[in-house]
Protein backbone atom coordinates (compact mmCIF):
# COMPACT_ATOMS: atom_id res chain seq x y z
CA UNK A 1 0.00 0.00 0.00
CA UNK A 2 1.93 3.25 -1.01
CA UNK A 3 2.50 6.14 1.61
CA UNK A 4 3.23 9.56 0.27
CA UNK A 5 4.04 12.49 2.38
CA UNK A 6 0.61 13.62 2.79
CA UNK A 7 0.38 10.06 3.94
CA UNK A 8 2.72 10.43 6.65
CA UNK A 9 2.40 13.97 7.98
CA UNK A 10 -1.34 12.62 8.42
CA UNK A 11 0.08 9.43 10.24
CA UNK A 12 2.49 11.33 12.67
CA UNK A 13 -0.73 13.50 14.05
CA UNK A 14 -2.90 10.19 14.01
CA UNK A 15 -2.09 6.91 12.67
CA UNK A 16 -5.44 5.62 13.22
CA UNK A 17 -7.20 8.38 10.97
CA UNK A 18 -4.22 7.72 8.13
CA UNK A 19 -5.81 3.78 8.81
CA UNK A 20 -9.22 4.48 8.65
CA UNK A 21 -8.52 6.56 5.37
CA UNK A 22 -6.45 3.85 3.22
CA UNK A 23 -8.48 0.69 4.13
CA UNK A 24 -12.12 2.11 4.41
CA UNK A 25 -12.09 5.31 2.67
CA UNK A 26 -15.84 4.75 2.25
CA UNK A 27 -16.39 5.28 6.16
CA UNK A 28 -13.36 8.07 6.19
CA UNK A 29 -15.55 11.41 6.96
CA UNK A 30 -14.92 13.40 3.49
CA UNK A 31 -16.03 16.71 5.00
CA UNK A 32 -16.44 19.86 2.40
CA UNK A 33 -12.96 20.85 1.31
CA UNK A 34 -11.91 23.61 2.83
CA UNK A 35 -11.59 27.18 1.56
CA UNK A 36 -9.00 28.11 3.36
CA UNK A 37 -7.21 24.30 2.62
CA UNK A 38 -7.89 25.26 -1.15
CA UNK A 39 -6.24 29.00 -0.68
CA UNK A 40 -2.90 27.24 1.00
CA UNK A 41 -2.48 24.94 -1.62
CA UNK A 42 -2.97 28.30 -4.26
CA UNK A 43 -0.52 29.45 -2.60
CA UNK A 44 2.21 26.83 -2.75
CA UNK A 45 1.77 26.61 -6.02
CA UNK A 46 2.27 29.99 -6.62
CA UNK A 47 5.44 30.46 -4.12
CA UNK A 48 7.07 27.67 -6.63
CA UNK A 49 6.29 29.45 -9.44
CA UNK A 50 8.72 32.20 -7.90
CA UNK A 51 11.24 29.51 -6.65
CA UNK A 52 11.40 27.93 -9.30
CA UNK A 53 12.93 31.12 -10.58
CA UNK A 54 16.12 30.90 -8.52
CA UNK A 55 17.04 27.91 -11.22
CA UNK A 56 17.00 29.38 -14.44
CA UNK A 57 18.24 26.14 -16.16
CA UNK A 58 15.64 23.96 -14.11
CA UNK A 59 13.37 21.18 -15.90
CA UNK A 60 9.62 21.27 -15.07
CA UNK A 61 8.73 17.49 -15.20
CA UNK A 62 6.07 16.61 -16.74
CA UNK A 63 2.78 16.81 -14.01
CA UNK A 64 2.65 13.45 -12.39
CA UNK A 65 5.34 11.93 -14.17
CA UNK A 66 6.35 8.30 -13.20
CA UNK A 67 9.33 7.25 -10.75
CA UNK A 68 10.49 5.71 -14.33
CA UNK A 69 10.66 9.17 -16.08
CA UNK A 70 12.19 10.57 -13.16
CA UNK A 71 15.02 7.83 -13.74
CA UNK A 72 15.65 8.49 -17.32
CA UNK A 73 15.51 12.19 -16.57
CA UNK A 74 18.49 11.95 -14.10
CA UNK A 75 20.36 10.32 -17.04
CA UNK A 76 20.02 13.51 -19.10
CA UNK A 77 22.31 16.27 -19.23
CA UNK A 78 20.42 18.75 -16.85
CA UNK A 79 20.95 19.07 -13.22
CA UNK A 80 17.88 20.93 -11.81
CA UNK A 81 14.65 19.18 -12.15
CA UNK A 82 11.37 19.83 -10.91
CA UNK A 83 8.85 17.50 -9.40
CA UNK A 84 10.68 14.53 -9.95
CA UNK A 85 9.21 11.66 -8.30
CA UNK A 86 10.38 8.75 -6.79
CA UNK A 87 9.10 5.16 -5.18
CA UNK A 88 10.68 2.65 -2.82
CA UNK A 89 10.31 -1.21 -2.96
CA UNK A 90 7.76 -0.77 -0.18
CA UNK A 91 5.54 1.60 -1.97
CA UNK A 92 7.18 4.49 0.03
CA UNK A 93 6.49 7.73 -2.32
CA UNK A 94 8.51 11.42 -2.70
CA UNK A 95 7.62 13.96 -5.26
CA UNK A 96 10.60 16.49 -5.07
CA UNK A 97 9.75 20.19 -5.14
CA UNK A 98 13.74 20.79 -6.53
CA UNK A 99 16.29 18.29 -7.50
CA UNK A 100 19.91 18.95 -8.18
CA UNK A 101 22.91 16.53 -9.10
CA UNK A 102 25.97 17.51 -8.47
CA UNK A 103 29.01 17.14 -10.25
CA UNK A 104 30.18 14.12 -8.28
CA UNK A 105 27.19 12.27 -8.41
CA UNK A 106 25.40 13.84 -5.45
CA UNK A 107 22.17 15.48 -4.94
CA UNK A 108 20.60 18.78 -3.33
CA UNK A 109 17.03 18.71 -2.10
CA UNK A 110 15.01 21.59 -2.13
CA UNK A 111 11.62 21.29 -0.09
CA UNK A 112 9.72 24.85 -0.92
CA UNK A 113 7.29 26.32 1.98
CA UNK A 114 4.74 29.23 1.87
CA UNK A 115 5.47 30.17 4.81
CA UNK A 116 8.05 33.31 6.28
CA UNK A 117 9.95 31.03 8.76
CA UNK A 118 10.87 27.16 9.63
CA UNK A 119 9.15 26.45 12.40
CA UNK A 120 10.55 23.78 14.62
CA UNK A 121 8.66 20.02 14.41
CA UNK A 122 8.33 20.90 10.17
CA UNK A 123 11.32 19.09 9.00
CA UNK A 124 9.79 15.57 9.22
CA UNK A 125 8.79 16.04 5.14
CA UNK A 126 12.08 16.83 4.09
CA UNK A 127 13.31 13.79 6.14
CA UNK A 128 10.61 11.69 4.65
CA UNK A 129 12.15 12.77 0.77
CA UNK A 130 15.63 12.14 1.90
CA UNK A 131 14.78 8.73 3.12
CA UNK A 132 13.03 7.93 0.11
CA UNK A 133 15.79 9.10 -2.25
CA UNK A 134 18.70 7.06 -0.27
CA UNK A 135 16.49 3.89 -0.61
CA UNK A 136 16.50 4.45 -4.33
CA UNK A 137 20.33 4.21 -3.97
CA UNK A 138 20.81 8.16 -4.61
CA UNK A 139 22.98 9.95 -2.25
CA UNK A 140 21.87 13.25 -0.98
CA UNK A 141 24.93 15.39 0.25
CA UNK A 142 22.51 18.90 1.59
CA UNK A 143 18.85 20.04 2.03
CA UNK A 144 17.40 22.87 2.29
CA UNK A 145 14.42 25.08 2.66
CA UNK A 146 12.97 27.89 0.39
CA UNK A 147 10.85 29.78 2.46
CA UNK A 148 9.23 33.34 2.16
CA UNK A 149 11.83 36.17 3.96
CA UNK A 150 9.52 38.01 6.56
CA UNK A 151 11.48 41.23 6.15
CA UNK A 152 10.31 41.54 2.24
CA UNK A 153 9.10 44.60 1.25
CA UNK A 154 7.33 44.62 -2.26
CA UNK A 155 8.39 47.84 -4.14
CA UNK A 156 7.99 47.39 -7.91
CA UNK A 157 8.33 43.73 -9.72
CA UNK A 158 8.98 40.90 -7.18
CA UNK A 159 12.66 39.81 -7.31
CA UNK A 160 12.75 36.31 -6.41
CA UNK A 161 15.86 36.26 -4.48
CA UNK A 162 14.74 39.08 -2.21
CA UNK A 163 11.20 37.48 -1.36
CA UNK A 164 12.43 34.01 -0.38
CA UNK A 165 15.50 32.76 1.88
CA UNK A 166 17.30 29.21 1.55
CA UNK A 167 18.34 28.00 4.52
CA UNK A 168 20.56 25.09 5.33
CA UNK A 169 18.85 22.47 7.42
CA UNK A 170 20.66 19.34 7.10
CA UNK A 171 22.11 19.44 10.46
CA UNK A 172 18.63 19.41 11.84
CA UNK A 173 17.40 16.62 9.08
CA UNK A 174 20.61 14.66 9.97
CA UNK A 175 19.79 14.98 13.72
CA UNK A 176 16.34 13.83 12.98
CA UNK A 177 16.83 11.08 10.37
CA UNK A 178 16.92 8.25 12.37
CA UNK A 179 13.80 8.66 14.17
CA UNK A 180 12.13 9.53 11.06
CA UNK A 181 13.14 6.83 9.47
CA UNK A 182 11.63 4.58 12.25
CA UNK A 183 8.64 6.35 11.83
CA UNK A 184 8.43 5.43 8.58
CA UNK A 185 8.71 2.03 8.98
CA UNK A 186 5.76 2.36 11.32
CA UNK A 187 3.52 4.02 9.03
CA UNK A 188 4.37 1.39 6.76
CA UNK A 189 3.53 -1.50 8.82
CA UNK A 190 0.70 0.20 10.78
CA UNK A 191 -1.61 0.98 6.92
CA UNK A 192 -0.81 -2.76 6.43
CA UNK A 193 -2.77 -3.78 9.49
CA UNK A 194 -5.80 -6.04 8.44
CA UNK A 195 -7.46 -4.38 11.36
CA UNK A 196 -7.11 -1.99 14.72
CA UNK A 197 -8.83 -0.55 17.56
CA UNK A 198 -11.71 1.50 16.16
CA UNK A 199 -12.85 2.42 19.42
CA UNK A 200 -10.55 5.18 19.72
CA UNK A 201 -7.62 7.53 18.05
CA UNK A 202 -4.46 9.28 19.48
CA UNK A 203 -6.52 12.40 19.15
CA UNK A 204 -8.18 11.46 22.63
CA UNK A 205 -5.47 13.36 24.41
CA UNK A 206 -5.31 16.13 22.34
CA UNK A 207 -6.99 19.21 22.51
CA UNK A 208 -9.83 20.01 20.58
CA UNK A 209 -8.12 21.77 17.68
CA UNK A 210 -5.32 19.18 17.56
CA UNK A 211 -8.00 16.71 16.28
CA UNK A 212 -7.81 14.79 13.60
CA UNK A 213 -11.02 14.92 10.67
CA UNK A 214 -12.24 11.50 11.64
CA UNK A 215 -12.13 11.93 15.42
CA UNK A 216 -16.14 11.72 16.27
CA UNK A 217 -15.40 8.10 13.71
CA UNK A 218 -13.24 6.42 16.83
CA UNK A 219 -14.90 8.32 19.84
CA UNK A 220 -18.23 7.99 19.65
CA UNK A 221 -17.82 7.86 23.67
CA UNK A 222 -17.07 11.32 23.55
CA UNK A 223 -20.24 13.23 25.02
CA UNK A 224 -21.93 16.11 24.48
CA UNK A 225 -20.11 19.09 26.54
CA UNK A 226 -17.08 16.98 26.60
CA UNK A 227 -13.85 18.07 28.44
CA UNK A 228 -12.58 19.38 24.89
CA UNK A 229 -14.67 22.24 24.76
CA UNK A 230 -13.09 23.59 27.92
CA UNK A 231 -11.26 26.70 27.54
CA UNK A 232 -7.76 26.63 27.09
CA UNK A 233 -7.47 23.82 28.65
CA UNK A 234 -3.96 22.15 28.31
CA UNK A 235 -3.09 18.37 26.85
CA UNK A 236 -1.44 17.51 29.88
CA UNK A 237 -5.13 17.53 32.02
CA UNK A 238 -6.93 16.02 28.88
CA UNK A 239 -4.52 13.12 29.47
CA UNK A 240 -4.95 13.09 33.03
CA UNK A 241 -9.27 12.85 32.70
CA UNK A 242 -8.52 10.68 29.48
CA UNK A 243 -6.77 8.18 31.41
CA UNK A 244 -9.60 8.32 34.13
CA UNK A 245 -12.04 7.57 31.15
CA UNK A 246 -13.41 11.18 32.53
CA UNK A 247 -14.27 12.42 29.03
CA UNK A 248 -17.39 14.36 29.47
CA UNK A 249 -17.48 17.66 31.93
CA UNK A 250 -19.89 16.06 34.09
CA UNK A 251 -17.35 13.59 34.75
CA UNK A 252 -14.38 16.05 35.83
CA UNK A 253 -13.51 15.59 39.71
CA UNK A 254 -14.93 18.53 42.02
CA UNK A 255 -11.43 19.08 42.97
CA UNK A 256 -9.72 18.64 40.04
CA UNK A 257 -7.64 21.41 39.11
CA UNK A 258 -9.00 24.17 36.67
CA UNK A 259 -8.54 27.74 36.13
CA UNK A 260 -11.52 30.26 37.70
CA UNK A 261 -12.50 30.71 33.63
CA UNK A 262 -12.62 27.18 33.55
CA UNK A 263 -14.30 26.10 36.78
CA UNK A 264 -16.85 29.07 35.60
CA UNK A 265 -17.64 26.91 32.40
CA UNK A 266 -17.88 23.78 34.30
CA UNK A 267 -20.02 25.09 36.90
CA UNK A 268 -22.59 26.30 34.32
CA UNK A 269 -22.91 23.23 32.14
CA UNK A 270 -23.26 20.94 35.69
CA UNK A 271 -26.26 23.58 36.69
CA UNK A 272 -26.98 24.16 33.06
CA UNK A 273 -27.17 27.96 34.27
CA UNK A 274 -25.81 31.16 32.50
CA UNK A 275 -23.61 32.44 34.97
CA UNK A 276 -23.32 36.68 34.53
CA UNK A 277 -20.85 38.61 36.27
CA UNK A 278 -23.38 41.66 36.13
CA UNK A 279 -21.45 44.28 38.34
CA UNK A 280 -18.69 43.60 36.37
CA UNK A 281 -20.13 43.47 33.20
CA UNK A 282 -21.93 46.91 33.99
CA UNK A 283 -18.50 48.32 35.20
CA UNK A 284 -16.74 47.23 31.66
CA UNK A 285 -19.58 48.84 29.67
CA UNK A 286 -20.15 52.00 31.53
CA UNK A 287 -16.39 53.00 30.61
CA UNK A 288 -17.44 53.53 27.07
CA UNK A 289 -18.09 56.83 25.47
CA UNK A 290 -20.71 57.18 22.93
CA UNK A 291 -21.24 57.31 19.99
CA UNK A 292 -20.17 53.89 20.21
CA UNK A 293 -19.23 52.62 16.99
CA UNK A 294 -19.17 48.28 16.06
CA UNK A 295 -16.57 47.74 13.65
CA UNK A 296 -15.56 44.59 11.51
CA UNK A 297 -13.14 44.40 8.93
CA UNK A 298 -12.87 42.00 6.18
CA UNK A 299 -8.89 41.19 4.79
CA UNK A 300 -7.41 39.92 1.79
CA UNK A 301 -4.04 37.83 3.31
CA UNK A 302 -1.72 36.54 0.64
CA UNK A 303 1.96 34.38 0.88
CA UNK A 304 2.97 36.58 -2.25
CA UNK A 305 2.73 40.55 -1.53
CA UNK A 306 0.41 42.09 -4.48
CA UNK A 307 0.85 46.05 -3.52
CA UNK A 308 3.70 47.86 -2.96
CA UNK A 309 5.11 48.36 0.91
CA UNK A 310 3.51 44.78 1.56
CA UNK A 311 4.90 42.04 2.38
CA UNK A 312 4.35 37.87 2.74
CA UNK A 313 1.02 37.30 4.15
CA UNK A 314 0.28 40.61 5.10
CA UNK A 315 -3.31 41.12 5.00
CA UNK A 316 -5.39 43.95 3.14
CA UNK A 317 -8.91 45.03 3.84
CA UNK A 318 -11.09 45.23 1.49
CA UNK A 319 -14.19 45.98 3.22
CA UNK A 320 -15.82 47.52 6.43
CA UNK A 321 -18.93 47.59 8.23
CA UNK A 322 -19.87 50.34 10.91
CA UNK A 323 -23.18 50.68 12.88
CA UNK A 324 -22.96 53.78 15.12
CA UNK A 325 -25.23 53.87 17.97
CA UNK A 326 -25.69 57.26 19.80
CA UNK A 327 -26.44 57.57 23.85
CA UNK A 328 -30.43 57.73 22.74
CA UNK A 329 -30.36 54.55 20.57
CA UNK A 330 -30.43 55.56 17.25
CA UNK A 331 -28.39 54.05 14.93
CA UNK A 332 -26.65 54.55 11.61
CA UNK A 333 -24.79 52.23 9.30
CA UNK A 334 -21.59 52.64 7.17
CA UNK A 335 -19.92 50.30 4.94
CA UNK A 336 -17.70 49.99 2.38
CA UNK A 337 -16.51 47.28 -0.10
CA UNK A 338 -13.15 47.38 -2.47
CA UNK A 339 -13.59 46.81 -6.56
CA UNK A 340 -10.00 46.32 -7.27
CA UNK A 341 -6.59 45.42 -5.64
CA UNK A 342 -5.96 48.62 -3.93
CA UNK A 343 -5.10 50.35 -0.97
CA UNK A 344 -8.32 51.50 1.00
CA UNK A 345 -7.45 55.23 1.48
CA UNK A 346 -11.08 55.68 0.08
CA UNK A 347 -12.34 53.57 2.54
CA UNK A 348 -10.41 55.36 5.34
CA UNK A 349 -11.27 58.95 4.18
CA UNK A 350 -14.80 58.19 4.46
CA UNK A 351 -15.14 56.25 7.62
CA UNK A 352 -13.29 59.05 9.46
CA UNK A 353 -16.56 61.25 7.70
CA UNK A 354 -18.66 59.02 9.26
CA UNK A 355 -17.36 58.38 12.70
CA UNK A 356 -14.79 61.25 13.31
CA UNK A 357 -12.71 61.26 16.34
CA UNK A 358 -15.56 60.63 18.79
CA UNK A 359 -16.67 57.95 20.91
CA UNK A 360 -15.79 54.36 21.41
CA UNK A 361 -14.65 51.94 18.71
CA UNK A 362 -16.37 47.97 19.67
CA UNK A 363 -15.27 45.04 17.53
CA UNK A 364 -14.80 41.44 18.53
CA UNK A 365 -11.65 39.90 18.63
CA UNK A 366 -10.34 43.37 18.84
CA UNK A 367 -6.34 42.63 18.57
CA UNK A 368 -7.35 41.96 14.89
CA UNK A 369 -8.58 44.74 13.95
CA UNK A 370 -5.84 46.81 15.57
CA UNK A 371 -3.13 45.26 14.32
CA UNK A 372 -4.63 45.91 10.93
CA UNK A 373 -5.26 49.35 11.68
CA UNK A 374 -1.21 49.08 12.90
CA UNK A 375 -0.33 47.68 9.31
CA UNK A 376 -2.38 50.75 7.62
CA UNK A 377 -0.33 53.38 9.78
CA UNK A 378 2.54 52.42 7.42
CA UNK A 379 1.09 52.27 4.19
CA UNK A 380 -1.33 54.77 4.33
CA UNK A 381 -0.08 57.42 6.57
CA UNK A 382 -2.29 60.47 5.66
CA UNK A 383 -4.77 58.88 8.23
CA UNK A 384 -2.24 58.63 10.80
CA UNK A 385 -4.48 60.66 13.73
CA UNK A 386 -7.58 58.32 13.03
CA UNK A 387 -6.18 55.09 13.00
CA UNK A 388 -4.13 55.67 15.94
CA UNK A 389 -7.33 57.17 17.86
CA UNK A 390 -9.23 53.93 16.80
CA UNK A 391 -6.75 51.93 18.53
CA UNK A 392 -6.68 53.96 21.55
CA UNK A 393 -10.47 53.95 21.86
CA UNK A 394 -10.94 50.67 20.71
CA UNK A 395 -13.15 47.59 23.08
CA UNK A 396 -13.21 43.86 22.78
CA UNK A 397 -16.79 43.10 23.34
CA UNK A 398 -15.77 39.31 23.16
CA UNK A 399 -13.65 39.70 26.05
CA UNK A 400 -17.27 39.90 28.50
CA UNK A 401 -17.34 36.26 27.06
CA UNK A 402 -14.21 35.29 28.53
CA UNK A 403 -14.95 35.56 32.21
CA UNK A 404 -18.47 37.51 33.18
CA UNK A 405 -21.02 36.16 30.64
CA UNK A 406 -20.69 31.99 30.97
CA UNK A 407 -23.24 29.94 29.17
CA UNK A 408 -22.95 26.63 28.64
CA UNK A 409 -24.91 26.61 25.15
CA UNK A 410 -21.65 28.62 23.76
CA UNK A 411 -19.74 25.03 24.20
CA UNK A 412 -16.77 27.06 25.28
CA UNK A 413 -16.48 29.15 22.46
CA UNK A 414 -16.54 32.54 22.67
CA UNK A 415 -16.95 33.06 18.67
CA UNK A 416 -19.56 35.52 17.65
CA UNK A 417 -21.50 32.71 15.85
CA UNK A 418 -21.51 30.96 18.62
CA UNK A 419 -22.62 33.84 20.69
CA UNK A 420 -25.57 35.19 19.10
CA UNK A 421 -27.74 32.57 18.60
CA UNK A 422 -27.75 32.20 22.05
CA UNK A 423 -28.83 35.28 22.95
CA UNK A 424 -30.51 36.73 20.13
CA UNK A 425 -31.87 33.64 18.72
CA UNK A 426 -33.96 36.01 16.20
CA UNK A 427 -30.54 36.33 14.09
CA UNK A 428 -28.63 33.78 12.25
CA UNK A 429 -25.64 33.78 9.93
CA UNK A 430 -27.33 30.27 7.90
CA UNK A 431 -29.62 32.24 5.29
CA UNK A 432 -26.49 34.17 4.24
CA UNK A 433 -24.76 33.29 1.01
CA UNK A 434 -21.34 33.79 2.49
CA UNK A 435 -20.92 32.49 5.70
CA UNK A 436 -17.79 33.20 7.15
CA UNK A 437 -14.45 35.35 7.25
CA UNK A 438 -12.74 32.88 4.81
CA UNK A 439 -15.69 32.88 2.59
CA UNK A 440 -15.69 36.22 2.27
CA UNK A 441 -11.89 36.62 1.54
CA UNK A 442 -11.96 33.69 -0.84
CA UNK A 443 -15.41 35.29 -2.89
CA UNK A 444 -13.83 38.94 -3.07
CA UNK A 445 -10.11 37.51 -3.90
CA UNK A 446 -11.93 35.42 -7.10
CA UNK A 447 -14.04 38.27 -7.80
CA UNK A 448 -11.40 41.20 -7.78
CA UNK A 449 -8.00 38.62 -9.73
CA UNK A 450 -9.62 35.61 -11.50
CA UNK A 451 -10.53 37.46 -14.86
CA UNK A 452 -12.81 34.40 -15.67
CA UNK A 453 -14.99 34.69 -12.78
CA UNK A 454 -18.13 33.63 -13.94
CA UNK A 455 -20.67 34.98 -11.46
CA UNK A 456 -22.53 38.23 -11.15
CA UNK A 457 -20.49 40.80 -9.26
CA UNK A 458 -23.38 42.68 -8.24
CA UNK A 459 -25.33 39.73 -6.64
CA UNK A 460 -22.13 38.74 -4.96
CA UNK A 461 -21.26 42.17 -3.60
CA UNK A 462 -24.71 42.58 -1.77
CA UNK A 463 -23.74 38.97 -0.66
CA UNK A 464 -20.24 40.46 1.44
CA UNK A 465 -22.12 43.42 2.12
CA UNK A 466 -24.58 42.06 3.59
CA UNK A 467 -22.38 39.82 5.54
CA UNK A 468 -20.28 42.24 7.00
CA UNK A 469 -23.25 44.36 8.13
CA UNK A 470 -24.96 40.90 10.48
CA UNK A 471 -21.39 40.92 11.78
CA UNK A 472 -21.27 44.87 13.31
CA UNK A 473 -25.50 44.52 14.28
CA UNK A 474 -24.65 40.93 15.71
CA UNK A 475 -22.61 43.47 18.25
CA UNK A 476 -24.98 45.78 18.85
CA UNK A 477 -27.95 43.33 19.30
CA UNK A 478 -24.98 41.39 21.81
CA UNK A 479 -24.40 44.96 23.34
CA UNK A 480 -28.28 46.00 24.14
CA UNK A 481 -28.98 42.91 25.36
CA UNK A 482 -25.98 43.50 28.02
CA UNK A 483 -27.01 46.60 28.85
CA UNK A 484 -30.57 44.90 29.94
CA UNK A 485 -29.96 41.90 31.88
CA UNK A 486 -31.99 41.35 34.46
Given at each position: ????????????????????????????????????????????YEVEEYAKLLFPN?????????????????????????????????????????????????????????????????????????????????????????????????????????????????????????????????????????????????????????????????????????????????????????????????????????STIQQTQVESVRQ??????????????????????????????????????????????????????????????FDWLGTTLEQPIE????????????????????????????????????????????????????????????????????????????????????????????????????????????????????????????????????????????
Open positions: MQITKTNFIQYLHCPESLWLLKNKEEDYPKGEFSLFLEKLIKEGGINLPENATPQYTQQQLASDNNVFFQPSFSTQKGVFARIDVLEKLANDTYLIYEIKSASSIKKGKLEDACFQKYVLQERGYTVSKIFIIHLNKDYVKQGEIIPNELLEIADVTEQIDNLYSSVVNDINAASNFINKESINEDECSCRHKTRSNHCDSFKYFNKDVPDFSIYEIARISAKKIEMLVDNNQLGILDIPLDFELELVLINKPAIDKSLSKLKFPLHFVDYETFPTAIPKLDYMGPHNHLVFQVSIHTMQENGDLTHMLKQMQDFTGLTGTFISWNAPFEISRNKDMLVWIPQFTDYLNYMNTHMFDLMNIFKSDYVDYRFHGSTSIKKVLPVLCPQFSYSDLEVQDGTMALDTWGRMVTDSNFKEDKNTVRQNLLDYCKLDTLAMVKIYERLTNLD
